[in-house]
């Protein structure tokens, strides 16, 4: 809006000099100072300073353009890598279930892990709900700790401690994996037996 009345000013301004020229060529060819010499001096000095604004105006709208398509596109790539962290969570969610019924619990806990930590890139507490779930289901079966994979245990504690929600929950989990022995065989848990 505010455009359109910049151009119709420029516009009349315009018009009214061409018409003030046009007034002036007609008059008498006398050199003495007059009005209509001023009249057109300053419509002209108007002139020139309203195109020189629109130009000033163009060059900085298009200034602010570029930073908001660049703004715009930094949003979408935060965006869509957060969606793909929550891909992944959600695959690896699903993984850790289907190891869990197969009763392959030693690799469910590592994709649980996983899917934990890939919804903590993005930033969507609901990525949390069902490794949390079997996580848990795990370590209220398992009291005195269960076979995880060998050398992730600093990992695990890292994760679960990076998550966001379910505090009291995790600090339980932290303790449970600090516990549980750690096995080069992921099938280990099939006939595993805790340590009295």
Not at 89 to 95: D, M, Q, R
């Amino acid at each position: 809006m505010k455009k359109e009345y910049s151009i119709l000013i420029s516009v009349a301004s315009l018009l009214l000099s061409v018409i003030a020229v046009c007034v002036a060529v007609w008059r008498s060819p006398e050199l003495s100072f007059d009005y209509q010499g001023v009249l057109v001096g300053v419509l002209s000095l108007l002139v020139t300073v309203l195109v020189g604004f629109q130009i000033y105006n163009s060059i900085d709208v298009n200034r602010k353009i570029g930073e908001i398509e660049k703004v715009s596109r930094d949003i979408a790539h935060i965006e869509s890598s957060k969606s793909i962290h929550a891909t992944k969570s959600y695959i690896h969610t699903h993984e850790g279930i289907e190891n869990y019924r197969g009763h392959f619990v030693t690799n469910a806990i590592d994709e649980f892990m996983i899917a934990l930590q890939e919804g903590v890139l993005s930033e969507d507490n609901d990525m949390f709900e069902k490794p949390y779930y079997y996580l848990d289901t795990i370590m209220r079966e398992n009291k005195n700790g269960y076979p995880i994979l060998k050398g992730e245990k600093d990992k695990y504690i890292s994760i679960l401690s990076s998550v966001p929600i379910y505090k009291d929950g995790m600090g339980k989990l932290i303790r449970f994996i600090s516990i549980s022995e750690e096995t080069d065989y992921p099938n280990d848990g099939l006939n595993w037996k805790p340590k009295n």
